[in-house]
Each structure stands twice: as structure tokens, then as C-alpha cells.
């Protein structure tokens, strides 16, 4: 695949700790998606829905692990591309809303799991392919005078002790 999206290879190197934090989350998100579609009594009424469910929450573990940091960075996420990994969030987010809003229609369930594959494939592309500008150090950004506060007055200098 072009354009940066390398997600085989983004997954074939995730660390264990990840995968660990991926198999936690499956089973949570797989309740949370449950009982937002009305409980588990209501998800077992229609066939299809224990596998929609199944993948549904292998894929938002994925996307919930992926922004767990790589050991030794020190950091405690791991962003990335700010705009790719808030696009992420939002669609998973809107995948569960989706679902809650018709959890017995087969095509909002199609659309809950685009949604979070798109998640899965914002967090999982090359954060060096991103169309997003990367951001210039604050020192180096120009500093833009705010209308609100008035300009600092600079006193005139007047000397001291003359001498005469």
C-alpha cells in the first residue's frame, strides 16, 4: 500500500504490550457495545449480530491500544498525528453512537464498523504521511500583538546624576 499506510507492517510491530492492552479491551468493548444496542437479550435476536459484534470490538480494541506509548519513550499515549488521532476518536465514538441510535438495523451496524476501521486506519497510517503541516517550535512562531491588551508603554529614559 501507498501513501504511507503501512498497517500490516504497523501491526507486525507493535510491542506485546499492546496486543495485551487490545485483548483487555476486546471483551469491555464487546459488553459496552452490547448493552448499548439494548442489553444482551436483545443482541441475541438477530444472526448476524454476534459477529458484527465480535469484529466490531476486535477492531475498536485495535484503535483503543494503538494510542497506548512503545516502552521506553516515556511518554503515556501515544498520539501521533493530532488531527489523524482525533479523527480516530471521533469515529469511534461515533461508531458506538451509531449503533446505540438503530442496534437492530443491519446498515447502521455496516456503518459503525466503517466507521472504526476508518479509526483503525487513521491510528495504524504513517504519521509522516499525514496531509497536516507539522507545527514550527513555539519559539519560532510569530508573536501577533492581541487587540485586547494594550501596548506595553515604554517610559523615556531620562538620565540620573548629571554632573552638573
Known amino acids: 500500500m501507498d501513501g ?3 498497517i500490516g507492517t504497523g501491526l507486525r510491530t507493535w510491542p ?10 476486546f471483551p469491555v468493548l464487546a459488553v459496552v457495545f452490547a ?8 443482541t441475541a435476536s438477530a444472526w448476524w449480530i454476534w459477529p458484527w459484534l465480535i469484529l466490531t470490538s476486535a477492531l475498536a480494541s485495535v484503535v483503543l491500544a494503538s494510542y497506548l506509548a512503545r516502552p521506553g519513550t516515556g511518554k503515556a499515549i501515544e498520539v501521533g498525528c493530532s488531527p489523524c488521532a ?3 476518536g471521533v469515529a469511534l465514538v461515533a461508531a458506538l453512537m451509531t449503533h446505540a441510535a438503530a442496534p437492530a438495523s443491519p446498515f447502521m451496524a455496516v ?9 483503525l486506519r ?8 499525514c496531509p ?11 508573536r501577533i500583538a492581541d487587540p485586547d491588551v494594550p501596548p506595553a508603554r515604554e517610559e523615556p529614559v531620562t538620565p540620573t546624576g548629571s554632573g552638573r
Open 4 to 6: 504511507g499506510i503501512r
Open 16 to 25: 506485546r504490550r499492546r496486543w495485551v492492552a487490545a485483548a483487555v479491551a
Open 35 to 42: 448493552v448499548l444496542g439494548g442489553g444482551l437479550a436483545t
Open 86 to 88: 482525533a479523527a480516530a
Open 111 to 119: 456503518v459503525a464498523t466503517g466507521l472504526t476501521a476508518f479509526a
Open 122 to 129: 487513521q491510528r495504524l497510517t504513517d504519521a509522516s504521511s
Open 132 to 142: 497536516a503541516p507539522a507545527r514550527p517550535a513555539a519559539d519560532a512562531m510569530p
